[in-house]
Nanobody, 121 residues
Framework: QVQLVESGGGLVQAGGSLRLSCAAS????????MGWYRQAPGKQRELVAT???????NYADSVQGRFTVSRDNAKNTVYLQMNSLKPEDTAVYYC???????????????WGQGTQVTVSS
């Protein structure tokens, strides 16, 4: 079984910073894309940032310039550095990974349990 374990969420004042991390564990052959999504109350889940195994990144327009996604391939871990946080960043943040397991030719999307980020004014 593959698991994604998230950490780093919490309460922060506007203008502050948080660093989220997500570590994948299990019988993993390869991880292609890792990234972060978020979902605010009453809204659909939206993409925040992604990063490939080669280091190519993609960001939502709303976070570009403030957030930075990175990964440590040796540790199967993805990070999200969030700076200059705004109240509108408040949401549950979910880690996502496209993983190919041993004894499987299928690439499967895995999700973390979600971590709450609350930005106060």
């Amino acid at each position: 079984q593959v698991q994604l374990v998230e950490s780093g969420g919490g309460l922060v004042q506007a203008g502050g910073s948080l660093r989220l991390s997500c570590a994948a564990s299990g019988s993993i052959f390869n991880i292609n894309v890792m990234g972060w999504y978020r979902q605010a109350p009453g809204k659909q889940r939206e993409l925040v940032a992604t990063i490939t195994s080669g280091g190519s990144t993609n960001y939502a327009d709303s976070v570009q310039g403030r957030f930075t996604v990175s990964r440590d391939n040796a540790k199967n871990t993805v990070y999200l550095q969030m700076n200059s946080l705004k109240p509108e960043d408040t949401a549950v943040y979910y880690c996502n990974a496209h993983i190919r397991r041993y004894v499987s030719s299928v690439e499967t999307n895995y999700w973390g349990q979600g971590t709450q980020v609350t930005v106060s004014s």
